[in-house]
């Protein structure tokens, strides 16, 4: 609410993990640092910790786009599972397929054994990332142990990544434990901010957000660090609550005393007063509600000469729970990846790269589709992973799929959700559980990007031609610049690479500078706007 008082673009200290606000403390550059120096190990554990609201999973998601093309990831973000269900939720992540409806512990690890030994043959390499790992049980810690169990004369073909709260470090300390403890490969635990990066936080997240001047003076820095004790979601809320309390209150700059008050609210301390920091903003709001109410009255009542006659309408209003129930959305009717019966099999493909070029407003001419997607401004990216890769695409897919006798066909992902995907099989659309896509799909997609002019792997400073044209505007139309007029030997120079990592810094990447895949998938996205998406948001996503 006080966003146009201050002149804010969006909301700075929101809590929701938007990479575009991250800000890398030394102590998360650490963090980072040991994560990918286990990655990039010979395999076992890697372990970070942190307190609640530390930024463990901010960095684990800077973690996901400095991971090489070459490794297969599978994150994991409720654990609180049985060991069955977590192995199925591997398998789902992988796309490892697995016998429908099966429920064996020893099928699930077969197959996963199976998988691990056909990616490292093929030269990938297998990363599993667990959050909130302290809701593991025992039982299921053991199951991850013996998964790790499977190795070469060179290296262990699973790494596993546990984040968690600082319990889960003394949960891996019990001598039950200790075996999974022996194979720690990298440990770190992820402090609050220091004081002296406090000032740099709060400025950082307000640039963000659209506005350069200290709406937070430096002399409170020393006082907010002791209310938040360094925790950036808890300076997150303290400082959101003091902003609307200044709104509230009509000054410009939030003050010791709104602090003071902000924190006594959301850290659920008595108010020293009566009044509270929302008390104005209530009584305002109350005070509109009640002149809305008036002037509704007035227009609806018939004020003549006899009694007052309010019109009604002829239908008596719905009982509560009739009007709630009205209200509540049609049930989805789930249904299963299987080639429809009456359509021809050996069309599947056609018909799927048909209906992934008509998401992008174009025909499918029968012919080999990236060769023509590529006279369309468009560039194939094919590949094998899980969801978690195609979240990062965000992107329609073709995807290879295997029903249950072992037949294959093609069918496309247009949406999808955090338990659900709408495909389009053949010429049917069907909205499918995760749990029936482990049974069918191969971990195979194509996908079509807008990508710079000759793809390469990497663009550096220093390059020029067409790519790093399309680079600038690119990035000009992402940030909500005008794209200036450039020509086709435009070079990477020092002003491009202060943009590139502007943008990278914003979608949570390492800011190097150099725009290596991940970047250039992520401009493609946020520049074009007109492209089809896979995740939809809902009043948000």
């Known amino acids: ?41 010979d395999g076992g554990f890697v372990l970070l910790t942190g307190e609640v609201g530390a930024g463990k999973t901010t960095v684990c998601r800077c973690l996901l786009e400095q991971i090489p093309e070459s490794c297969d990831v599978a994150y994991i973000f ?13 398998c789902l992540e992988f796309g490892i397929a697995y016998p429908p409806g099966n429920t064996s512990v020893k099928v699930f690890v077969d197959c996963i054994n199976a998988y691990l030994l056909d990616a490292h043959a093929r030269g990938r390499h297998t990363v599993l990332i667990i959050d909130e790992a302290q809701n593991l049980s025992a039982d299921v810690l053991e199951m991850m142990r013996l998964l790790t169990n499977l190795e070469t004369n060179q290296r262990k073909l699973l790494q596993i990544i546990l984040l968690g709260q600082p319990e889960l470090a003394e949960m891996l300390d019990r001598p039950e434990l200790r075996q999974l403890a022996q194979r720690i490969v990298a440990r770190y635990h992820l402090g609050p901010l220091s004081k002296s990066e406090i000032a740099a936080y709060v400025q950082h997240r307000l640039g963000v957000s659209g506005v350069q001047r200290q709406l937070f003076p430096a002399s409170l820095m020393t006082h907010l660090y002791r209310l938040s004790g360094g925790i950036p979601r808890v300076i997150n809320v303290l400082c959101d609550r003091a902003l609307l309390g200044t709104y ?101 493909k056609e018909m799927a790269y048909s209906s992934l070029f008509q998401a992008w407003g174009a025909s499918y001419d029968g012919s080999d589709a990236c060769r023509q997607a590529k006279g369309l401004g468009l560039n ?94 690119q990035l000009a139309l992402a940030q909500g610049r ?55 948001e809902r009043g948000g996503k």
Request: aromatic share 6%.
């Open 482 to 536: 005008e794209p200036s007029a450039t020509t086709s030997d435009q070079v990477f120079d020092e002003a491009l690479v202060r943009q590139v990592k502007q943008f990278q810094l914003e979608q949570g990447l390492i800011p190097d500078g150099a725009a290596g895949p991940q970047t250039l998938m992520r401009l493609s996205n946020a520049a074009d706007q007109s492209g089809p998406k896979l995740l939809h």
């Open 248 to 348: 509230t209150q009509g000054k410009d700059k939030v003050d010791r005393t709104t602090l003071t008050q902000a924190a006594k609210e959301v850290l659920h301390q008595a108010p020293s007063g009566n009044r509270t920091l929302l008390q104005p903003l209530l009584l305002g709001l109350a005070l509109a509600a009640c002149a809305a109410l008036a002037w509704t009255l007035v227009r609806t009542t018939n004020w003549g000469d006899g009694p007052a006659a309010v019109s009604l309408p002829n239908e008596p209003p719905p009982t509560p729970k009739a009007a709630e129930k009205s209200q509540e959305p049609p049930a989805i009717k789930l249904s299963t990846l299987t080639w429809p019966a009456d359509e021809p099999r050996e069309r599947s």
């Open 1 to 41: 609410m006080y966003l146009s008082y201050f002149s804010l673009a969006e909301a700075p200290f929101s809590i929701a993990p938007n990479p575009r606000y991250l800000y890398l403390s030394q102590r998360h550059q650490e963090a980072l640092a040991h994560l990918l120096y286990g990655v990039n190990g």
């Open 78 to 90: 409720n654990p609180k599972l049985s060991v069955a269900e977590l192995l199925s939720t591997i």
């Open 380 to 473: 194939c990216r094919t590949g094998r992973g899980g969801l978690d890769v195609l979240r990062q695409l965000n992107r329609p897919v073709v995807m290879q799929m295997n029903d249950d006798q072992g037949g294959e066909f093609f069918a496309v992902m247009t949406a999808l959700d955090d338990k659900t995907a709408t495909y389009v099989v053949g010429s049917e659309t069907r909205v499918v559980a995760h749990s029936d896509l482990a049974a069918h799909w191969s971990g195979r997609y194509t996908a079509l990007l807008r990508l710079p002019p000759e793809p390469q792997e990497q663009l550096r400073p220093g390059k020029s031609g067409p790519a790093v044209t399309w680079l600038s505007r």
